[in-house]
């Protein structure tokens, strides 16, 4: 069956970095758009970052020129690196596919940014 499982989450001062990885298994990971979803407390889940199977990608305007999203197609990874990072991104992040005309979420990992 399809799983997604996040890591790479932590505590960070703002300005600093972290790289998450979504590791995925039980579909053809490479014929099939991701996502990185993200909900803060007390805030709905917001898309943070997708990338379609051939590359192309896309940001929400709050993250553009900080994050960069993408993809090892051998090692079924999904990525996403964050730099300058700041205090409003504290959030747990999920990783997303939709597959089959289902959609599957990760189990998310935490990111807090704090001084």
């Known amino acids: 069956q399809v799983q997604l499982v996040e890591s790479g989450g932590g505590l960070v001062q703002p300005g600093g970095s972290l790289r998450l990885s979504c590791a995925a298994s039980g579909f053809t990971f490479s014929s099939t758009g991701m996502s990185w979803y993200r909900q803060a407390p007390g805030k709905g889940r917001e898309l943070v970052a997708s990338?379609?199977?051939?590359?192309?990608?896309f940001y929400v305007d709050s993250v553009k020129g900080r994050f960069t999203i993408s993809r090892d197609n051998v090692e079924n990874t999904l990525y996403l690196q964050m730099n300058s990072l700041k205090l409003e991104d504290t959030a747990r992040y999920y990783c997303?596919?939709?597959?089959?005309?289902?959609?599957?979420w990760g189990q998310g990992t935490q990111v807090t940014v704090s001084s």
């Open positions: 990338i379609t199977n051939a590359g192309s990608t």
């Open positions: 997303n596919c939709e597959y089959w005309w289902r959609t599957y």
